[in-house]
C-alpha cells in the first residue's frame, strides 16, 4: 500500500508517519507538507509545498497512491471564523479535490474531531465548519472516505506538540492518562493507536463513513482479536 499524508510534522500526523513507516504492508509513504518531518527512512519520500491551497504544480507526484491520511489541522482559538474556515476547509478541500482526481481507487482518511456538526447550524463555530468539511468530503468520488473523531489524544514514543501551550496540556495530561483510559475508555485514544487504526481501516475498510472516538478503539481491538473491520 502506498499512503499520502498531510500535516505529518504535527501530533497527529507524527504518530500516523511513525506507524506507517513500521508496517511493513506500507509500501511507500509520502509525506506534503511546508516543511520537512526531519525524518530519514527508506520508504519515506518528502514533498516541501507551501501553497497547499493550489498543488497544481507538483500534482504528477501525487499520483498512484491508494491512500491519504489527512492530519493537517489547527486549533480554532483566537481565529476569526473565515480565518478557520480557510485552514480546515479550503485547503483540506483543494487538496481533497486534486487527490481524487490523480487517484481515483484512493481511500480517504480525515481526522476531525469529537463534537463536530453534521448540520453545519449548530453554535460552535469549529464544529460547523468541521462538518461543512467533513460533508463536502463525503461527496467527492473517492473510492471510500472517512471521517474520524477523536476526542483526547495522547501523544506516545516521544511525540512532542509543537504549540508550546500544547505541550504542557499534554505533560501534564499524560501522568492521568492510565486513569482516564479506566474511566472514560471511549473518549482517550494516543497517536499509536490512531495511526493504527487508519492503516487498518485504509486496508480493510469500516462499516460507516463517521467513526466517533470510541468506534476507533474497538477497530484496533477487532484487528487484534481478528474479528475483521469495524
Request: aromatic fraction near 8%.
Amino acid at each position: 500500500m502506498k499512503v499520502i499524508i498531510f500535516g505529518a510534522t504535527g501530533m497527529i500526523g507524527q504518530g500516523v508517519i511513525k506507524e506507517c513507516l513500521n508496517d511493513p504492508e506500507v509500501e511507500i509513504v509520502l509525506s506534503v507538507g511546508r516543511s520537512s518531518t526531519g525524518l530519514r527512512h527508506e520508504k519515506l519520500r518528502e514533498v516541501i509545498h507551501r501553497d497547499l491551497q493550489n498543488l497544481s504544480t507538483i500534482e504528477e507526484s501525487l499520483a498512484g497512491y491508494d491512500a491519504c491520511f489527512f492530519c493537517l489541522g489547527i486549533t480554532s482559538v483566537g481565529m476569526t471564523e473565515p480565518e478557520y474556515k480557510h485552514v480546515t476547509y479550503d485547503i483540506t478541500l483543494a487538496v481533497a479535490q486534486t487527490l481524487v482526481k490523480m487517484n481515483a481507487g484512493m481511500t480517504f482518511i480525515y481526522v476531525s474531531g469529537a463534537g463536530t456538526d453534521s448540520t453545519e447550524q449548530g453554535r460552535s463555530m469549529w464544529a460547523r465548519v468541521k462538518g461543512k468539511t467533513e460533508n463536502a468530503l463525503l461527496r467527492l468520488p473517492f473510492k471510500a472516505t472517512y471521517m474520524l473523531r477523536p476526542a483526547y489524544i495522547q501523544p506516545m514514543n516521544g511525540i512532542v506538540p509543537r504549540i508550546r501551550w500544547y505541550r504542557l496540556v499534554y505533560a501534564a495530561m499524560g501522568m492521568f492518562y492510565p486513569l482516564l483510559k479506566v474511566i472514560f475508555p471511549k473518549y482517550v485514544t494516543t497517536t499509536e493507536i490512531l495511526g493504527r487504526v487508519m492503516i487498518t481501516i485504509a486496508k480493510q475498510g469500516a462499516n460507516k463513513p463517521v467513526l466517533e472516538s470510541g468506534d476507533l478503539n474497538r477497530i484496533l481491538d477487532c484487528k487484534i482479536n481478528n474479528k475483521g473491520a469495524v
